[in-house]
């Protein structure tokens, strides 16, 4: 862990520079507002270790990913998040030195994240190598209000001399991805253009052939007037500034305001794009950083009523869930359905790819709760309109008649994810649509979504099951072969219990929005069956024999159910046992010396458990969970949540906590040594399930609300507010009491702590 930020209620701050941790930093800093965002590089030029990184929402790269072992099936790329061209940068020169925090003596550093505005802050003394000194104070945003906007003011003061300074103010698509196979860029030119005052510059991502325009315009003030200098324009292959040169004051702030426009061909014509862009800029510096940024800020004060958490007498564990609220926020608004969630969203570009399973079994809730019904349903049509392309993608693997199956990472519903044993063996996932499907109906009470997309989508979810199942003769059951289940340190495992478990589950619950829909709707029903060329009795046959007859691995005599048939065969020890030079096992041990050990990457078992508690009992819950959460490393994002909802509900208080603590602060403690390639934006949304479905004890049971609230003991209260079906309810939880308000909607009958209230 490297716990080097301050506690705060509101901030994320760090004081001092760490050139060790400044990828961390970066990663933790950064800013999006849905449609683009960046890390938190240094305006100012920096030669020490840093990851540049600028991403726009939805543009991506289809990377080669033939190799020798190629099979039939494989994808026929792996779709990059690209580093997009960046506007942010400040470069100053002062008699030819650059100031670079990696060659000048750093002092008085201090970065602030002010998570209530969404306001990044910066601020420093820097001596260079002769003798001279400068205090520099910077603050930038990308805008709420606007998708399209960013904006940057940047003072610098001499503190004993006064000079000549060469400003630098520009814009770079000449960018390379981190990842990149010998520094391969993706990147083609269209346009640039520099002005004094301005600089445009448009470029062409290769085979996809996004365009993006960004635009700059900026301003100069001295004693608060605004002021000129000699200014320069360059040009070269994609990039263009200005060098403006200005009289430095000992003593006297030089204030530079920086406004961005980013402008995209999946919003404009590429034909318009230049002219719209300057347009645009020309707009956004007419109206200021000030009122720019207070624009900003209305939009965040109106999001953070409809979303926080507040907690009580743990200052680390209010940072840590506003920090996991603020991040979702940031990364998805819901105003686009080609947009999803992505793994790291606006803070790196690992993993790639813009969609996994993880928007359904976690981000899901979250938004349902905290944000207008059409957001949730955004995400469902989302994957309703990629259902032609997971019909596709088992095509490819031998599947027919309609069967589908989602990838396990996409950009576009095409499988773009390059490892065999994630990508055709982690089957689980194309039932998280369907699980999603539940959650939402059940939370939103509106069930005509099976009618308009729903059903359609499970039918070919179901067609894939019945597919990917085959008889045994020797157990009798139906079984599932070669697969990987949540736990990706097991791979090509036969019947991963939580994946025969699911299967069964898609199942039925298609089988019961199929009588939905023909009861509700008959002509509609009917004209989808001869879409699809849907044979009711035939298909619904075989789904129920399946059903019937799926084999459960077991182990009677512990009490549990196995994580796979081979489990048991490996030796069973504990986590405490590991020597803590090992962890974590996938940075320290080999592949194969994982595969072969009992340890458990994330909630496996207890995934399903979590998913549908309804189905079991108190004593099932409890044996599982005892038996397979010592051996759990969570190595994986999404697994500390689910320890803590379960512990929970076990009353074992502090291990809930315990997980609380380091899925809330993943990133801002670095638990997993990983942070500096970004942050895990989709196990935030875990973060608050833990306090709302985890210490809160909420449940959806039957379209009906049930609490059954405790706090921590480290806590003076805690409260959260939530949508549901129509109504706002406010729930605070203290020590003494438990308060449930409902502040806006029809009135409704609560299940609190097995009683029902009526609101």
């Avoid at 999006?32 to 965002?37: H, L, V």
């Avoid at 430095?248 to 590429?270: C, M, P, Q, R, W």
Wanted: aromatic content about 14%.
């Amino acid at each position: 862990m490297k716990q080097y930020l301050k506690n705060h209620e509101w901030q994320i701050v760090e004081e001092g520079f760490d050139p060790h941790l400044n990828r961390v930093s970066e990663s933790i800093f950064s800013l999006g507002n849905g449609q683009m965002g960046q890390r938190a590089n240094f305006e100012e030029n920096y030669s020490g270790d840093t990851h540049q990184g600028t991403y726009i929402a939805g543009v991506y790269y289809p990377d080669k990913t033939r190799v020798g072992w190629w099979k039939n099936g494989y994808p026929e790329y792996f779709a990059k998040v690209l580093n997009a061209p960046s506007w942010t940068s400040i470069g100053i020169n002062i008699e030819n030195q650059e100031l670079d925090l990696a060659k000048c003596k750093v002092e008085n550093f201090r970065r602030v994240l002010d998570m209530r505005l969404g306001l990044l802050s910066r601020s420093f003394t820097a001596t260079f190598p002769d003798g001279k000194k400068v205090e520099v104070n910077a603050q930038r945003f990308c805008s709420m209000a606007d998708g399209e906007v960013g904006a940057i003011k940047y003072s610098i003061k001499p503190l004993n001399f006064s000079s000549t300074a060469k400003i630098t103010l520009g814009i770079d698509a000449d960018v390379v991805n981190k990842d990149s196979n010998y520094d391969e860029k993706f990147w083609d030119r269209v346009y640039e253009e520099s002005q004094m005052g301005w600089v445009i510059v448009s470029a062409q991502t290769k085979k996809t052939f996004f365009q993006v325009c960004t635009g700059i315009e900026y301003d100069l003030e001295m004693n608060g007037q605004r002021i000129g200098g000699k200014v320069f324009t360059n040009i070269r292959d994609k990039y263009a500034d200005n060098i403006v040169e200005v009289e430095l004051t000992e003593g006297t702030e030089l204030t530079i305001y920086k406004y961005a426009a980013v402008l995209t061909s999946e919003n404009h014509d590429k034909e318009e794009l230049v002219k719209k862009c300057h347009a645009k800029i020309d707009e956004t510096s007419k109206i200021g950083f000030q009122q720019l940024l207070a624009k900003h800020a209305a939009v965040w004060a109106h999001t953070w009523s409809e979303c926080d958490i507040t907690i009580e007498g743990d200052i680390a564990a209010q940072q840590g869930i506003r920090f996991n609220i603020f991040q979702l926020m940031q990364t998805y608004t819901g105003k686009d359905e080609r947009l999803n969630i992505g793994p790291k969203g606006f803070t790196g570009e690992k993993y790639g790819g813009s969609t996994y399973w993880d928007t359904e079994a976690y981000c899901l809730p979250f938004y349902l709760s905290t944000s207008d019904p059409s957001v949730a349903r955004q995400l469902l049509v989302y994957r309703y309109k990629h259902l032609p392309k997971a019909i596709e993608n088992a095509k490819k693997l031998g599947f027919k008649d309609g069967a589908a199956f989602y990838p396990f990472v996409t950009m576009n519903g095409e499988e773009c994810h390059n490892e065999w044993e994630i990508t055709f063996e982690e089957i689980h996932r194309t039932s998280a649509m369907a699980y999603a499907m539940r959650d939402y109906v059940n939370y939103t009470g509106d069930k005509d979504y099976f009618t308009e997309f729903g059903l359609e989508v499970l039918i070919g979810i179901s067609r894939f099951w019945v597919q990917r199942v085959n008889w045994s003769a020797d157990k009798n059951k139906y079984v599932i072969l070669g697969v990987t289940g949540p736990n990706e340190y097991e791979n090509n495992v036969n019947n991963n219990w939580y994946t025969n478990y699911l299967a069964a589950w898609t199942l039925r619950f298609t089988q019961e929005a199929l009588e939905y829909v023909k009861n509700s709707d008959g002509s509609k029903y009917k004209s989808l069956s001869g879409k699809l060329n849907f044979h009711e009795e035939e298909e619904t046959k075989k789904w129920k024999d399946i059903v019937d007859k799926m084999y459960y691995a077991e182990d009677k005599t512990r009490g549990i159910f196995l994580q796979q048939d081979g489990f048991l065969d490996k030796e069973l020890i504990k986590v405490s046992d590991l020597p803590a030079e090992d962890r974590p096992l996938n940075q320290k041990w080999s592949w194969d010396r994982i595969l072969r050990s009992c340890f458990i990457k994330q909630a496996d078992v207890l995934q399903c458990m979590f998913l549908f508690e309804d189905d079991f009992t108190l004593d099932q819950i409890k044996r599982n969970f005892d038996f397979y959460e010592p051996m759990t490393v969570h190595e994986s994002s999404l697994s500390p949540c689910v320890h803590v909802i379960l512990a929970s509900k076990l009353g074992y208080k502090e291990k809930a906590y315990e997980m609380y603590l380091r899925t809330s602060r993943l990133d801002l403690d670095d638990y997993n040594n990983d942070t500096e390639d970004g942050c895990h934006i989709t196990s935030m949304a875990g973060t608050w399930m833990s306090v709302v479905k985890g210490f809160g004890g909420m449940n959806v049971r039957e379209g009906k609300l049930f609490f059954t609230p405790y706090i921590p003991e480290q806590w003076k209260s805690y409260s959260f507010r939530i949508e549901f079906n129509g109504r706002v309810l406010k729930v605070k939880v203290a020590k003494e009491k438990t308060e449930v308000i409902l502040e806006s909607g029809e009135p409704l009958e609560i299940m609190l702590n097995g009683k029902g209230v009526k609101l």
